[in-house]
């Protein structure tokens, strides 16, 4: 797949994930992308899957220009961006002044894949900490995989609110409340007794340039993301290491965990390890499992891509080791369809 095509294919999830403006704009680079400059010719020759299955390379450029935006660097180009509906003759042009005048910045930008802490994820993560919760009894730690700036760890500090009421603190900074479909989880309550998280290129998002960074990588015409990524900044930061995933993981599941549940989980994660690392990680986990005991248990919670309607949801418990399909949600978190097959008896804790 070339550029153009990666780009077409990208506007088109753009449109369905509810961003128009970011639709538009890489459908403007599909058609009107011309080498001649560093920038252009940098992206027309990229090689490899480009994709968002690859390198996002058309999201690496729509969160470089919007980066440039927010840190009213190209102040002709902000002008044409949300709310503003452009002129698609204008905002190219201005696109294409951004290639030269700051070529430096947007070249910077491409090195990096995009990093989405699409925090509306969190509903399923809260969801799947009450079930295992009532499930076991037990207090929680957490380990997550791909955590970027760890804004996902904080989970049980935000809250759910759903038509049967809401989950988690009262006085919560943020508030999630996804078109949720499904009995509502069970109320137990989640304590989380320590997180951390791991990733290849972690982003201080307590930074001027981590929440730079963050913010960039949001679709300008969604600003209800943007404010719930503002509240989730407003939490004190989870520790996320600098690493590869493996030896992280190998380290966190040989670390036992007497009296707690550890809760490994990934959302839209694992698809980006490559496949001998993932087949890897699943012998580590599997055989972390098979250790697991009652006093000492072992949880996985997944949200990821399998080619259906959003992303599948799953979580698999040990001792026993049984994979359950919980349902499934939007890529983020606008909706989530949550269907147990069971529900875990009541333990103490719950209320």
């Known amino acids: 797949m070339n550029l153009r095509a990666a780009c077409?294919?990208?506007?088109?999830?753009?449109?369905?994930?509810?961003?128009?403006?970011?639709?538009?704009?890489l459908r403007l680079a599909a058609e009107r992308l011309q080498p001649g400059c560093a920038v252009a010719d940098r992206l027309l020759?990229?090689?490899?899957?480009?994709?968002?299955?690859?390198?996002?390379?058309?999201?690496?450029?729509?969160?470089?220009?919007?980066?440039?935006v927010l840190s009213g660097a190209a102040?002709?180009?902000?002008?044409?961006?949300?709310?503003v509906d452009p002129d698609p003759d204008g905002l190219?042009?201005?696109?294409?002044?951004?290639?030269?005048?700051?070529?430096?910045?947007?070249m910077r930008w491409l090195d990096s894949p995009p990093q989405t802490n699409e925090v509306r994820r969190s509903a399923v993560l809260s969801a799947a900490g009450h079930w295992l919760t009532a499930a076991t009894g037990l207090p929680?730690?957490?380990?997550?995989?791909?955590?970027?700036?760890?804004?996902?760890?904080n989970w049980d500090r935000y809250a759910l609110d759903l038509p049967e009421g809401s989950y988690g603190p009262a006085d919560a900074r943020l508030r999630l409340a996804p078109d949720w479909q499904g009995p509502a989880p069970p109320r137990a309550v989640p304590r989380v007794i320590a997180r951390r998280?791991?990733?290849?290129?972690?982003?201080?998002?307590?930074?001027?340039?981590?929440?730079?960074?963050?913010?960039?990588?949001?679709?300008?015409?969604?600003?209800?993301?943007?404010?719930?990524?503002?509240?989730?900044?407003?939490?004190?930061?989870?520790?996320?290491?600098?690493?590869?995933?493996?030896?992280w993981l190998t380290r966190r599941l040989a670390d036992p965990r007497p009296g707690a549940l550890h809760m490994?989980?990934?959302?839209?994660?694992?698809?980006?390890?490559?496949?001998?690392?993932?087949?890897?990680?699943?012998?580590?986990?599997?055989?972390?499992?098979?250790?697991?005991?009652?006093?000492?248990?072992?949880?996985?919670?997944?949200?990821?891509?399998?080619?259906?309607d959003g992303a599948a949801l799953r979580i698999t418990l040990w001792p026993g080791g049984t994979p359950r399909a919980v349902g499934r949600a939007d890529f983020h978190g606008r909706w989530v369809r949550w269907t147990p097959a069971d529900t875990p008896d009541d333990r103490e804790g719950r209320t």
Do not use: K
């Not at 380990?143 to 760890?153: D, F, R, V």
């Not at 981590?210 to 015409?221: E, F, H, M, T, V």
């Open 75 to 83: 102040p002709g180009l902000a002008a044409l961006y949300p709310p």
């Open 140 to 153: 929680l730690v957490l380990s997550e995989i791909g955590a970027s700036a760890g804004l996902n760890l």
């Open 45 to 68: 020759g990229w090689e490899g899957t480009l994709g968002a299955g690859g390198q996002s390379v058309p999201l690496r450029l729509a969160g470089a220009l919007h980066g440039l």
């Open 197 to 247: 998280g791991v990733d290849l290129n972690p982003i201080a998002g307590h930074t001027p340039e981590g929440a730079l960074r963050l913010r960039a990588y949001l679709w300008p015409d969604q600003p209800d993301r943007r404010r719930l990524t503002d509240a989730a900044l407003a939490e004190p930061p989870a520790p996320v290491d600098r690493e590869d995933a493996l030896p």
């Open 92 to 106: 190219w042009a201005e696109i294409e002044a951004a290639f030269t005048t700051h070529e430096t910045q947007l």
């Open 8 to 25: 077409t294919d990208q506007a088109a999830a753009c449109a369905r994930l509810g961003s128009p403006f970011t639709a538009g704009l």
């Open 264 to 308: 490994i989980f990934h959302t839209v994660a694992w698809q980006y390890l490559p496949e001998a690392a993932r087949a890897q990680g699943e012998r580590l986990i599997a055989e972390a499992g098979a250790r697991a005991t009652e006093t000492a248990p072992l949880a996985r919670v997944e949200m990821e891509a399998d080619g259906g």
